[in-house]
């Protein structure tokens, strides 16, 4: 009977790498305070220390050091296992699973990558999945989808991607605001003001990076539930404002609202991503042609 649980020595391995007990527990998907009871378990098992921790760092002890190897040979061994295990449940599939936010339906180059994979392949069956970033990376993480369009950056140890397009930031106003024959705002013309954004706790990070200029301006902000879905296509009242990603033509026309892009240095990917060393027929096939999209110049 193993006297150490793997889990606990492949988490000790994640630690090290990243020198950080939050980073640690965002890549392997936990809370840090769960990660913190566990580790605090192995040391316990073990009877000594592997780590010394200050507020400011994390660094190895001596025996930690002397014990690392072998905890970072048990992570490339599961890491491995897993990926190979995803390969052969796999490799007689003809089903590929795509995830996607809902909010980026309107985004010209997902709907055309889709339609022209399922049209060109008939052979492969594609189906997909409909969730906010961090559910849809825990699934892939998982094996249970194959690629996923995301917004924003993510960690390139762990993904390979495509970027496919870059959006920034636009404010939507209602048709009878001041603002609504603008062709673009500044930041200063919303410095200090209430906007409506989408829940925080969605994604923390790509909320952050999103509104940043926002945040530097002094806004206020409002979480609207339903801006999950997208940018609002009503306004409450004439003097309300929002902010959301500034798709351009390819979000169709709301009659009520009108969007302005905002100038900013905001520039956020748009990405497939799929995990590194995981690969498959279907996969590869509909790889190759988002590769070739992100390739072609939007006309």
């Not at 939507?172 to 605001?177: E, G, L, P």
Request: aromatic content about 8%.
């Amino acid at each position: 009977m193993m006297r150490l649980d793997p889990k606990l020595m492949i988490a000790f391995a994640v630690i090290a790498q990243e020198r950080s007990f939050t980073r640690a527990a965002e890549r392997l998907r936990v809370a840090q305070p769960w990660l913190s009871a566990r580790f605090a378990k192995l040391e316990s098992l073990l009877g000594f220390r592997l780590l010394d921790r200050t507020t400011r760092s994390v660094t190895l002890t001596d025996r930690g050091a002397t014990l690392l190897p072998v905890a970072e040979e048990m992570l490339r061994v599961s890491q491995q296992a897993d990926r190979l295990s995803l390969q052969i449940g796999r490799m007689e599939r003809q089903v590929l699973r795509i995830g996607a936010a809902p909010y980026t339906k309107v985004i010209r180059r997902r709907h055309e990558l889709l339609n022209d994979f399922a049209l060109t392949r008939t052979d492969i069956g594609l189906e997909l999945e409909i969730s906010w970033s961090i559910p849809l990376l825990a699934k892939l993480d998982a094996g249970e989808i194959d690629s996923s369009f995301m917004m924003g950056t993510v960690d390139p140890r762990q993904y390979e991607r495509i970027t496919l397009a870059e959006y920034g930031l636009a404010i939507s106003v209602d048709k009878a605001h001041a603002w609504a024959g603008r062709a673009h705002l500044d930041v200063e013309d919303v410095a200090g003001m209430a906007v409506q954004v989408f829940t925080r706790s969605l994604n923390p990070g790509l909320w952050a990076t999103l509104h940043a200029p926002l945040i530097e301006a002094g806004c206020r902000f409002i979480s609207m539930p339903e801006m999950a879905e997208g940018a609002p296509t009503r306004m409450r009242s004439p003097e309300d404002v929002a902010a959301f990603f500034d798709f351009g033509t390819d979000e169709p026309a709301a009659a009520d609202v009108v969007r302005i892009p905002l100038r900013s240095q905001v520039a956020v990917p748009f990405q497939l991503l799929r995990r590194v060393g995981y690969a498959s027929p279907a996969s590869d096939a509909f790889w190759a042609m988002a590769d070739k999209s992100a390739r072609t110049p939007i006309l």
